[in-house]
């Protein structure tokens, strides 16, 4: 994971800049938000903030913080996480040695997730994995400890824990000590944040639900079309891992059912990892249901559910053979060699891309990283103390400038309009659980006085306060700031 870390970390998408913003004040300030100047709750994973913001803490070199290392840092050390979560479940399900080395090569030479380093998409593999080492080793404690982290990881991962607690049995029996622990773990943070922060579910959800229309006619569901568009490729061999872990799945269930089903008497159930690759499909849907946008790190969560449910039925499929009379290993080394060129493939595509990224393969920003921080630093230089409209993305810049650039990710009053609006025009449960879950926060609460904007436009630009750009996806633009005539009351 090293070697992958230093192959992206000058790539980073803007989102995960907001990450590293909010663990870059928690270091220095024990503050949360995404600029100094403001309390927010938009980051979407607070566990990884307490990891950025921790590491980030205990490196402080020469009286700075360097969050780009902490990332470095933890993302070696959920991958040593992800390892050792493999070996266990394989060690207890007794595959193969090549299935956790498939396994783990899946998960982390996607390049999906390797497009959205930086973002929670390395802690999200290792937390399932230890999820399902710890319902296979039957310790329903463990579990729900591990079950917090997951909801801390990110909320919607409850989906991975209930199927994961039906699917196992000694955990199901023994619920209530899982579910004890989870709360234990999890229940003080989001008591905290509900009251507090103003919100226990982070605010990126509603704002997300907020941005029909963002990408167009294309919606989750359609999104895979629409990265092939451009890379088919690309999201071909991203995807095949996933595809082939649903059929295989699908075959898995057929088989269970089938009174024809291979006799696996003396080895343990791959019950709970079919719960994890269903979880990816249930995870899916919920996601199409809602709407929501095709954000690439989106997919991550079912495309790594599938795949360690792919490498692990692989696996099992030897195992069987090797203890059938009628089965023969042959179809199963196979099934082992295909899965191994599907990492490959995606090891091309992440090689394919340049020496270090300078962009990831995924990618659909204004600017590159590196011109963004250019950017930021020149604006922390320009307006000082002054306030600053965000041209839409906010992260690399927020990072970079230290300043109080603003939109709904960062100024709870311009977040509060969202909220108020949803409230307004949503149904009878949408309108129950907002007002609970923003019951703590002051919903008469204004947006900050503007005394800038900050716009984008494509284009090549020059002149005072105008920053020419670059993006692999878009071409050459520029940012444009222009002073606002009248503050806002």
Known sequence: MFLVFLLVKDSLTDDAYITLAYAKNLALHLHWGLIPQEVSNSATSPLNVFLLGAVSAATRIGGGVHPILALGIVSVGL????????TRVARTLRLPFAAPALGV??????????????????LIPAVLMALLAM???????????????????????????????????????????ALVSALIVAGPWFAFSWVALGSAVPDTLV??????????????????????????????????????????????????????????????????????????????????VLSLGPYHWYYVPPAIALSIFLAAAVGRWLILARHS????????????????????????????QGLPWDSPVIFGNWASARDYTRVGEALHRRIGSATVASPGEIGTLAYACDCAILDQFSDRGALVQVVNQHIANGGAPARLLLKVNYAWLDRSQRPRPLDYRLLYEPGPGSGRDIWQVWSAARGVGHFRLVPVAHRSS
Request: charged share 10%; hydrophobic share 55%.
């Open 207 to 288: 704002i997300k639900m907020s941005q029909g229309g963002l990408f167009g006619v294309w919606t989750y569901v359609t999104g895979p079309v629409m990265y092939a568009i451009g890379q088919p490729l690309e999201v071909v061999l991203a995807f095949a891992p996933a595809v082939a872990g649903l059929f295989a799945l699908a075959g898995w269930l057929v088989l269970r059912a089938s009174a024809r089903l291979v006799p696996t008497e003396g080895l343990p159930s791959l019950g709970p990892v079919a719960a994890v690759g269903a979880g990816g499909v249930a995870y899916y849907l919920t996601y199409s």
């Open 105 to 122: 090569s899946l998960i982390l030479l996607n390049p999906f997730l390797l497009s959205a380093v930086g973002l929670e998409v390395v």
């Open 325 to 352: 009379s009628w089965l023969r290993p042959t179809a199963p080394m196979l099934g082992l060699g295909l899965t191994g060129l599907l990492a490959l493939g995606n090891l091309g595509v992440d090689l394919g």
């Open 79 to 86: 991958a040593m996480v992800l390892a050792r979560a493999w």
């Open 135 to 177: 319902a296979l080793e039957e310790r329903p404690t463990a579990f729900g400890v591990v079950a917090g982290l997951a909801l801390l990881t990110r909320l919607d991962l409850v989906v991975f824990v209930l199927l994961l607690t039906l699917a196992t049995g000694a955990i199901r029996r023994r619920w209530p000590r």
